[in-house]
Structure formats: structure tokens, C-alpha cells
């Protein structure tokens, strides 16, 4: 399952992240998480309390925010929720977009307690 490595990878992240800090127990690990990431929050939160068992992370929670997808044209340079998938501008109809947010999962913060 891809969510599992995923989580594997966020997790060394966020201890490097922890270590360069001066180290101590993580509380908690906010992520984002858009819809075009091709992960399930469902599976990261099994995949999370599978990983976190053995490891700096016991008593962390794991907090997933979904965010929308996000778009932007570059004809017109308006920003715009894509519906069902079409990243069709509704400004002004062009199909020259990319992807602002929403294709991937972030780590938005930590918190790492005593
Ligand atoms: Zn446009």
C-alpha cells in the first residue's frame, strides 16, 4: 500500500525536522492533503498508527486536513476550484491551467512537546 510508504516518508521527515530542533517527542503532525495526492486519509491513519508503534512518534496524533484543489489559468491569471476534475478556466474558457494546490500532501506543522 502506497499510503504506508508515504507515512514511512512524512515520518523521517518530520524527525530530521525534530532533531534539527533539539529533538523531543512529538505531539502532533498536521498534514495536508489534496484530492489529486491519490492518497486516502483513511489508509495514512492506518498506516500511522501502524508505523508510529516503535519509534519518537507513540504519542503523536496525526491531524489530515483535505484541502480543495486549487488551479490556476495562466491566460487570465485567475485562480479557480476545478469541478469533477476539468481544469477548465470558467473566466474565460481556456484549458491552459496548472495546479496550485491540491496534488500533494504537506506537512503544515509539529508540535513536539517536553
Ligand atoms: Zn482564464
Known amino acids: 500500500m502506497h499510503e504506508f510508504a508515504l507515512v514511512r516518508s512524512l515520518l ?9 530542533d ?11 492533503c489534496g484530492p489529486l495526492a491519490g ?12 508505523l508510529r508503534r516503535d519509534s519518537a512518534f507513540v504519542e503523536a496524533e496525526l491531524v489530515i486536513r483535505e484541502e480543495p ?3 490556476r489559468c495562466r491566460r487570465c491569471d485567475q485562480t479557480f ?4 476534475f476539468r ?28
Open 12 to 20: 523521517s521527515q518530520v524527525a530530521q525536522i525534530v532533531e534539527a
Open 87 to 114: 481544469f477548465r478556466c470558467p473566466h474565460c474558457g481556456s484549458v491552459d491551467t496548472i495546479t496550485e494546490s491540491g496534488d500533494a500532501v504537506m506537512i503544515e506543522s509539529v508540535v513536539v512537546g517536553g
Open 69 to 71: 484543489l486549487r488551479a
Open 22 to 32: 533539539g529533538g523531543g517527542s512529538v505531539q502532533e503532525i498536521r498534514v495536508r
Open 39 to 50: 492518497v486516502e486519509p483513511t489508509l495514512m491513519r492506518e498506516a500511522f498508527a501502524l
Open 81 to 84: 476550484e476545478p469541478q469533477r
